[in-house]
């Protein structure tokens, strides 16, 4: 492992400081296993926490407001295909090589030659990216493409002279150095990664932004805790703060605490149970929906309680969460019980005959609660109904196929880029393929081509429109129970602030950008 800045502390012993320094700042925190330290194979929470961190964009999500704004980009051009951005001068990678528009370049090649992560954001839209000076790069597009500036907020800027150095014929992108080393320019750098246990981090003295003084020294991310040892590492005061993933006991015990308060991250996914709408009886409009009057949305936010004020969840109304682009704006989806019966009355077959598959993921311990709730509340009309616990690894493998998947299936998913394209599109569009973000199976020409239309949409207004239209085609057939908005609930510890989880005039609207280490505040 190539060398890295020593950290703060230690450079102060070893320039002979005196006590009237301050010491380093640790902030420790935990998420879940395995971490992926390479950005251009990063797809969930842990990964994009770490290359949040370590590595820059082009453009970066806005704080406090909807949208994308200038990040390594200081500005750009564009017309309907063609983006020609200008890159800041003067911004350093973490061994020192100047960040230059070959390092773009190199980096967009190096995620469609993996093939794996965000990629397929620019597989089929990008075809060639030019370098027009040291400082300039245009990306040409197949046709337009309005997410394009949203994908790139998941495009990260490697150094390219160093991870070619580090690049065998047989691993020509260097995966197996990037897997524990970073080639970034972010706030952060790398000290140390165990995928499975822990990652050790440090500020960059060179950022181009700056760090503030507040902002932790050195971070240590753990992975693969369990709850009973989160909970008392966070209660001996040896953990700042804890995952989303924690049961809602748990964080009520730890929150019940003088010395605790909830960081709060909202409104970029949601709980969705997804009905397939290939098999009988979920084939027929009319059962689908009485399914979705008769789900208990109210009970559905009360298993996510954590106290009287903190509750995981907010109520949903229709396929994009409150607050994003093109959402509802209508009344919560509520219980009823009286048109779920004439619903079932219109449905062609009897309840009675018909037994359902409710599966729940065997990794989500709470899911198996929703399980048991549907269970209750469609017995109410009559539909018997089997629970199946699957593991991840074999639900992904159904999910592929309409014929093996569940009647009913349940997932949280949260969008991917601060653009509602990159959560519903892979959802609903029945040109993608099959896979466990659709498991509805959905076939409809007007959803097709509404969400088509809102990808080539150039005007915000016109794409918000249509988002409300699809919303709108997709209440009327029911292919999925939209359970409530996502709330992510994170116990921490007073000592920390995250103004980015703690203030919605500060929140981004993607997810786990919350956690930019450099915005938080520990005190020295």
Known sequence: MRGLQPTLLAMAIACGATSSVQAATVLR???????????????????????????????????????VGPHVASSWTSDATNYTFNLRPGIKFHNGDAMTAEDVKYSF??????QQGFSYLFAKT?????????TQVRFTLKQPFAPFLASLTRLAILDSKLVKSHATA??????????????????????SHDPQSLTVMQKFPGYFLGVGPTAPDEVRMSYGLDAPTVRTLMASGQQDIASQWLPP?????????????????????????????????????????????????????DLVRVNAKVVMGKSANGPLPTGMMGALDTPAIHQDLPAAQSELKQCKYDPKQQTLEIAWVAEVPLEERYALLMQSNFAQLGFKSTITRIPWSLFSDRASKPETTP???????????????????SMYDSKVPSTWQSTEHLNDPEVDSL?????????????????????QRLIALAPTIYAYDQVSVF??????????????ENEFDLDAMGFTFRLMQMPH
């Open 451 to 471: 969400l088509d239309q809102a990808r080539s949409a150039q005007d915000s207004g016109a794409r918000t429109k249509l988002y409300q239209q699809l919303g």
């Open 29 to 67: 925190l935990d998420n879940s296993a395995p971490a992926q330290l390479d950005p251009d194979k990063e797809t969930d929470y842990s990964g994009s926490i770490l290359a949040f961190n370590l590595y820059d964009t082009l453009v970066l999500t806005k704080q406090g407001a909807a949208g």
């Open 249 to 301: 006991e748990v964080k009520a015990a730890l929150l019940a605490r003088h010395d605790m308060h909830a960081l709060q991250s909202s409104g970029a996914g949601e709980f969705y149970i997804k009905m397939n709408t290939t098999k009988p009886p979920l084939d027929d409009v009319h059962c689908r929906r009485a399914l979705v009057d008769a789900f208990d949305y109210k009970t559905a936010l």
């Open 170 to 191: 047989g691993d020509p992108w260097a995966a197996n150095w990037i897997a524990t080393n970073d080639a970034g320019s972010g706030a952060y750098s790398v000290v």
């Open 109 to 114: 090649n190096r995620i469609i030659g993996l």
């Open 491 to 504: 116990p921490a510890r007073d000592a920390v602030q995250v103004p980015a989880l703690q203030n919605a």
């Open 126 to 134: 990008v075809p060639s990216v030019d370098v027009l000076g040291p």
């Open 407 to 425: 009647a009913i299936s349940q997932i949280f998913i949260t969008a991917t880029t601060p653009d509602p394209d990159s959560l519903i599109y």
